[in-house]
């Protein structure tokens, strides 16, 4: 599908383009192609004389494949951030500056569009040409990863709460790994996302393609994600120790598993002292005739096994 963008009256607005001929006499700045077919790429090529290769969007983590500038157009390849209710995960954007006009290539709708769609919408002037979207994309997508952040943390002080101050059993140690191990794993996603994102603001500064003010702009986004950094590095310290907490709360619990089992079989030690020493087979022992000799037996291997558990229990081993 192509959403087509145009500048008009200082406002961004959108239009869903189905054909060649609905694509002819438009002038837009922005043309987003969400999972484009051969024949799209073809309206473009027709149109714009822009000819979108079949592997823009493949996993080059190079930055010389990433962000480079050929025959008069910037090619800028990033990754941004999706979370939602299913699986968090980073999705690959293709974007080609082409007679100041921005292509736009990926295979999902991403958040971050639809956020700068609805702020243009809404915020007159905000958006002047292509470089701006671009600009404001990578914004947005800081902004976006901010406030994934700020979620992150919001869950951890959950997962704190339940294991810090609550008596830990198997079930709720297990909840908790489980939901510290997705923490972790957004987390990382994000650090990825951020990293990406200054690596194309700053290709985009180095360029010399930005005016005064869009340089500003691209400074502040970049001291927007140095902020971010380090709210990444402190969620992976608290997610750590969150981790080896939980982890320790289960070896205690294991632990008093096994003192427990190594408590039983010390207490019946004497019993089956006593049991082997009466199930000798001798000629001169004088229990065997003696008529309490079996009562005298029991009661005996009784107190013996009595006994050490009293004393377990009066030196507090069994809490």
Same mark, same amino acid.
């Given at each position: ?83 939602d209710d ?19 290539i990926h ?5 971050? &569009?639809?956020?700068? /769609?609805?702020?243009? +919408?809404? =915020?007159?002037? $905000? ?8 600009? %404001? ?77 869009? &340089?500003?702009?691209? /400074?502040?986004?970049? +001291?927007? =994600?140095?902020? $971010? ?8 310290? %608290? ?81």
């Open positions: 599908m192509l959403n087509v963008f145009t500048l008009a009256n200082g406002r961004l607005f959108q239009e869903e383009i189905e054909n060649l001929e609905a694509l002819s006499p438009v002038t837009p700045i922005w043309v987003d192609l969400e999972d484009p077919t051969p024949e799209e790429k073809g309206w473009i090529a027709l149109k714009f004389g822009l000819v979108i290769p079949q592997d823009i969007i493949d996993d080059d983590l190079e930055e010389s494949a990433r962000f480079y500038e050929e025959e008069g157009n910037i090619h800028i390849r990033s990754d941004f951030l999706i979370d299913e699986t968090p995960r980073n999705v690959r954007v293709a974007f080609i500056l082409h007679h100041n006009i921005l292509f736009s295979k999902e709708d991403l958040p971050v &569009f639809r956020l700068l /769609r609805m702020r243009a +919408r809404r =915020i007159p002037a $905000l958006i002047e040409d292509a470089k701006d979207v671009l600009l %404001k994309l990578y914004d947005a997508d800081a902004e976006y990863s901010a406030d994934t952040l700020e979620q992150i943390y919001d869950e951890l002080e959950k997962v704190s709460k339940r294991v810090l101050h609550n008596e830990v059993n198997d079930q709720a140690a297990a909840e908790a790994l489980a939901a510290i191990a997705r923490h972790e794993d957004l987390n990382g996603r994000i650090r990825r996302n951020v990293m990406d994102t200054r690596r194309a603001v700053s290709f985009m500064m180095r360029a010399r393609m930005l005016s005064p003010d869009q &340089f500003e702009e691209a /400074r502040q986004i970049l +001291r927007d =994600i140095d902020s $971010l950094d380090s709210h990444t590095a402190f969620l992976f310290d %608290k997610i750590n120790f969150l981790m080896d907490a939980t982890v320790g709360f289960i070896n205690i619990n294991q632990n008093k598993i096994i003192k427990i089992f190594s408590v039983a079989s010390v207490a019946f030690l004497p019993p089956t002292l006593i049991a082997s020493i009466y199930g000798m087979n001798f000629n001169a022992m004088p229990e065997l005739n003696w008529q309490f000799g079996y009562p005298f037996a029991v009661a005996l291997m009784i107190a013996s096994a009595i006994t050490p558990f009293w004393y377990f229990r009066r030196k507090g081993w069994l809490n």
